[in-house]
């Protein structure tokens, strides 16, 4: 296993299309690193460089520490997973599986090769399947015998290409933690592009999110949620996405559309001399008064005129529309372009308790926490929000996190491997 590191990696394709920019990257051993970001924006492109499908333009590729820019795709030790499995539909699963390792010639014993494939049978469960055709398997079994084919090559790491995406969400729920118990438990540095939310938010130790070919911040998911670098990636991550509204700057306020809100000096001073700004507000940021405590704080409130309303079980979704400024609806149309959205967002999505009673029509009573909202700056997009040494304590506990858990499954492992042995004796 091996540390991935991306110094400046530049691809520019024949026809002169720069579909990465300049991305350096870190990627520890056993480190499992979600890359994310819009269609087009260069994930493929990226994986397919470390694997060596494609020429780097420029920049150094370092696995293991070993620069490896010229070495062959074979030379790299690295397994990779994609959308499209291609299983061979003649070969049993076992064949399959066992295909990689047939294919070096003579470097494994036949022994060898069936220790390796049960090996990746039971950790992937199967086993009961080694006899079977790939046409007669599920979707998830299918993915899972690629997955087995990448774990019997004992690569350095394994990178995945949206390897979920052609299964149903039942299943990708499924597989996906299938796919986070098998890298904790073979401690295998990962490399996962996705586009789905909750692929990148819950899998990866960190994420990576790239738009228009470059890297625009690199954290852990609860970073990249509570402390995003600017209005992109606020946009990008979270579901639904995060409210963004016209900001008016009034002397040590901050004018809404339905509300104003006190400026703390800091926030202020941050602001500057700007006099329009853009915020940020997730909409489970909000609240509805109706549903609070006796003498619960509850921040700002306000009324608002509700549209439509989503009643999900868990939550209620409500949609108040709202008039924007032309100039925060310049930059916010350029945002939703830039993220592949479905249009302008001229409407607050406000994420209620399910036992909220507010209806379609309704003028709601509602209320927000503003210490919680973000400040961008309209121009460039920067949060002016950002608390830099946060940030930095929550990727630290993250990284703390990772490392327990990844101790425990392999511990975890042990144990079971030990008591295999065991038995194996007794019988
Ligand atoms: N062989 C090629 N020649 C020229 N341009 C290419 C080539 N392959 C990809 N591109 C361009 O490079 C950019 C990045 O492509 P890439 O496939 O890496 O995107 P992606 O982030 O994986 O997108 P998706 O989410 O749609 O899979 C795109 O604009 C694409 O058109
Ligand atoms: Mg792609």
């Known amino acids: 296993m091996a540390s991935i590191v991306l110094r400046d990696i530049v691809k520019e394709y024949g026809d002169g299309f720069k579909a990465v920019k300049g991305v350096s990257l870190d990627i520890a051993d056993g480190e499992f690193v979600i890359l994310v970001g819009p269609s087009g924006c260069g ?5 397919r460089m470390i694997v060596g499908l494609e020429d780097i333009t420029d920049g150094d590729l370092q696995i293991g520490g070993e620069r490896v820019n010229d070495k062959a795709p074979r030379d790299r030790h690295l397994a ?4 499209n ?4 539909p003649h070969l049993t699963v076992y064949e399959n599986i066992a295909f990689p390792l047939r294919l070096t010639k003579g470097q494994y014993s036949d022994e060898e090769i069936d220790r390796k494939v049960n090996l990746a049978a039971d950790t992937l469960e199967l086993r009961e399947h080694l ?3 790939p046409a007669n398997l599920s979707g998830g079994q299918r993915q899972r015998v690629a997955m087995g084919r990448a774990i019997v090559r004992e690569a350095e790491a394994f990178l995945f290409d949206e390897p979920l995406s052609n299964l149903d969400a039942k299943l990708r729920g499924q597989m996906r ?3 986070a118990r098998m890298q904790r438990k073979l401690g295998t540095t990962t490399v996962y592009v996705t586009h789905d939310q909750t692929e990148a938010m819950t899998l990866g130790d960190r994420v990576a999110v790239l738009k228009k070919g470059e890297l625009q911040q690199v954290a852990s998911p609860r970073g990249l949620y509570e402390q995003p670098v600017n209005l ?6 979270g579901s639904p996405p995060m409210n963004f509204l016209p900001g008016q700057v009034e002397g040590d306020s901050l004018r809404l559309p339905f509300v104003d809100v006190p400026l703390d000096a800091t926030l202020r001073e941050r602001i500057g001399e700007r006099s329009l700004v853009i915020v940020g507000i997730r909409p489970d940021h909000f609240g509805d008064v109706a549903l609070l405590r006796d003498g619960q704080d509850a921040g700002v409130r306000f009324s608002a005129d509700v549209d439509v309303t989503e009643w999900l079980g868990s939550e209620l979704y409500a949609y108040v529309p709202f008039d924007t400024h032309p100039d925060v609806a310049a930059k916010l149309e350029e945002l939703d372009r830039d993220l592949d959205g479905e249009g302008m967002r001229t409407q607050l999505v406000v994420a209620l308790s399910s036992e909220s009673r507010v209806r379609d029509g309704d003028t709601a009573d509602l209320w927000f926490d503003p210490a919680r909202m973000l400040v961008f700056d309209p121009e460039t997009g920067e949060n002016l929000t950002r608390d830099d040494d946060l940030a930095r304590t929550i990727d630290e506990e993250n990284e703390e996190d990772r490392k327990a858990a990844l101790e425990r499954a392999q511990a975890r492992e042990r144990r079971e491997h030990d008591q295999g042995r065991d038995e194996a004796r007794a019988s």
Do not use: N, W
Not at 43 to 47: Q, V
């Open 177 to 179: 933690t299938e796919i």
């Open 80 to 83: 990779m997973v994609f959308q």
């Open 43 to 47: 994930k493929s492109t990226l994986l």
């Open 131 to 133: 006899d079977r055709k």
């Open 232 to 237: 992109f990636v606020a946009g990008f991550i």
């Open 85 to 88: 499995y291609a299983l061979y």
